[in-house]
Nanobody, 115 residues
Framework: QVQLVDSGGGLVQPGASLKLSCAAS????????MKWYRQTPGKEREWVAT???????NYADSVKGRFTISRDDFRNTMYLQMNNLKPDDTAVYYC?????????WGKGTLVTVSL
């Protein structure tokens, strides 16, 4: 079955960096676009970035220039390198894949940016 395990969150100060990981299994990882979303309490889940099967990527305006999405198809793992973090980046981050008409989600990893 499809499994996504996201990890790497933590508490950091503004301006710091974190790298999130999403380990995938149960499907042909290299063939699918993968995405990161984030959510804060009381708000809808927000799309952050997408990386397509051949490596092309795009980003939400709020993170463009600070975050980098990548993938390692040998390790079936996606990453999100987050630099120059801001308090507004505080959220639970989820990895996502859409396949066979369904959205699959990791359980989320909490990123807190605070002094």
């Amino acid at each position: 079955q499809v499994q996504l395990v996201d990890s790497g969150g933590g508490l950091v100060q503004p301006g710091a960096s974190l790298k999130l990981s999403c380990a995938a299994s149960g499907f042909a990882f290299s063939s699918y676009a993968m995405k990161w979303y984030r959510q804060t309490p009381g708000k809808e889940r927000e799309w952050v970035a997408t990386i397509f099967a051949l490596g092309h990527s795009n980003y939400a305006d709020s993170v463009k220039g600070r975050f980098t999405i990548s993938r390692d198809d040998f390790r079936n793992t996606m990453y999100l390198q987050m630099n120059n973090l801001k308090p507004d980046d505080t959220a639970v981050y989820y990895c996502n894949v859409f396949l066979a008409g369904l959205d699959y989600w990791g359980k989320g990893t909490l990123v807190t940016v605070s002094l």
